[in-house]
């Protein structure tokens, strides 16, 4: 039994089973009763993911332990999924039996279900993870959602079967978001859409400059994109990024600088470069207004002229504290004007800080301190600003120094680095530490 401090009693997991009771029931053992606060009589209402309704409570002496039997209707009233295990919790007059996960995967179902059954090393983990703690997670498309019956079509692993199943579930407690949200998406689930929509890159560093103590980490950027701010940045740093600011992976970006009176502009994972003049340039830049920015380029510390990128992924563990335990490196290609991520360009940490600086092993594990501190401060900055979060990934660089840039932040980003590094049991962690967060926040719902 787990007392909580903000109400509320969190038991061992339990199994339900079907009772033989009519009428709105749930029957379960006498002393665990007790222990949850129930009384035999007593009605409450019985909540599951974001479905509640009224049962009576039925205490038996003999009836098992570890289960609590709701009678049929109930289960059929709140679309409950038996073959998992659950936490339950009573929170006043209400029991929540949960918790109850989605995880908002594609905008389409289609071939949704073929994604999840064959990339077992990225999803099963998922499964896994909820399997030991207890409770329904599932994957699902947006176009799976019935906004009018608040049901949603979905893919739950079955471990009897060893397949991904297709059922119909209850909206869930949250909703764990992987893609862009759509307004009627926001509109429904406010709250209970965890990592939501947040920023772009401008918004990013304007929340950022909110708090002075981040102006070292940030390179020079601005959202008003003019040929005055160009030559500006160019007369004080020799370059400039032009960046999309709903993009990132470095998608659309371009470094420019002049060569006499021509601007010369070379596009990110290309070798072209292409010359223009003063004019072109005007109408270059006129097209970027509305959806660009202009930042200072740092001069990264490089190994064999290839960029060097960190990827800080923040957790937000028992839904009250940031840690980080989860750092990837990249190393992009030779001459590149930035990195670009993929399963050939990953990294230890450690091995890239070695490669940029031949540091020794406490130096090395200094800077993944200060990296990992840095992370935290951003995370616990950034949700107060933006809603509730499980986790952030932060793009940091390093100049020639030592000294730590912050390039992005990152709300919907890929997980699966460690898998490219062939490191299952790292991603394994970071799943479980995720849908651990997950659960707490939606028992603390």
């Known amino acids: 039994m787990d007392q909580r401090s903000n109400g509320g009693t969190r038991m061992a997991l339990v199994k339900l089973s079907v009772s033989d009771s009519s009428g709105p029931t749930i029957e379960l053992n006498r002393k665990m009763a007790l222990k949850s606060g129930l009384s035999k009589g007593q009605y409450i209402d019985l909540s599951y993911g974001l479905r509640k309704t009224k049962v009576k409570v039925i205490t038996k002496k003999r009836a098992e332990e570890d289960t609590i039997f709701i009678s049929s209707e109930v289960l059929d009233e709140l679309k409950i999924e038996m073959t998992p295990s659950y936490s339950f919790r009573l929170i ?7 918790p109850v996960l989605g995880v908002l995967f594609k905008e389409r179902d289609k071939h949704m279900k073929q994604d999840l059954s064959e990339n077992p090393e990225m999803f099963f983990p998922y499964a896994q993870s909820i399997k030991r703690l207890g409770g329904l997670l599932f994957f ?18 079955d471990f ?24 009627i998406l926001k509109e429904a689930f406010g709250k209970r859409l965890i990592n939501p929509p947040c920023y772009y890159k401008w918004k990013f560093h304007t929340t950022l400059k909110e708090n002075p ?3 070292m980490y940030l390179p020079e950027t601005t959202n008003i994109i003019s040929k005055e701010n160009l030559d500006h940045f160019l007369r004080k740093y020799g370059r400039v990024f032009l960046k999309m600011s709903n993009q990132g992976g470095g998608v659309g970006m371009h470094m420019i600088w002049k060569d006499g009176k021509e601007y010369l502009s070379r596009q990110n994972f290309t070798d072209k470069i292409f010359r223009y003049s003063s004019k072109q340039m005007k109408t270059l830049l006129a097209s970027c207004e509305k959806n660009h920015i202009l930042q200072q380029p740092i001069k990264i510390k490089t190994v064999q002229g290839k960029q060097v990128n960190y990827r800080v992924i923040a957790v937000k563990e028992r839904a009250k504290r940031w840690r980080v335990r989860t750092i990837h490196g990249w190393l992009g290609e030779s001459g590149g004007i930035s990195t670009q991520t993929d399963e050939l360009s990953a990294r230890y940490p450690e091995d890239l800080l070695r490669m940029q600086f031949d540091y020794s092993p406490r130096e090395v594990q200094k800077k993944i301190r200060e990296m990992e501190s840095l992370a935290i401060a951003l995370a616990e900055h950034l949700e107060k600003a933006c809603g509730t979060f499980v986790d952030f990934g932060f793009d940091f660089g390093l100049d020639e120094k030592g ?27 970071l799943i479980h530490r995720i849908v651990k967060g997950l659960k707490e926040m939606a028992l603390d719902e």
């Open 92 to 98: 006043g007059d209400c029991l929540v039996i949960g």
């Open 140 to 157: 699902f498309a947006e176009d799976g959602i019935d906004y009018k019956s608040c049901e949603i079509s979905g893919y739950v692993y």
């Open 160 to 183: 009897e079967t060893m397949s991904w199943k297709k059922s119909i579930f209850p909206y869930p407690a949250i909703i764990y978001r992987k893609i862009k949200a759509t307004r």
């Open 213 to 215: 103590s981040f102006d």
């Open 403 to 429: 000294n730590i840039y912050i390039f992005e932040g990152n709300t919907l980003q890929q997980l699966e680095m460690a898998l490219w590094l062939g490191d299952h049991m790292m991603y394994g962690n």
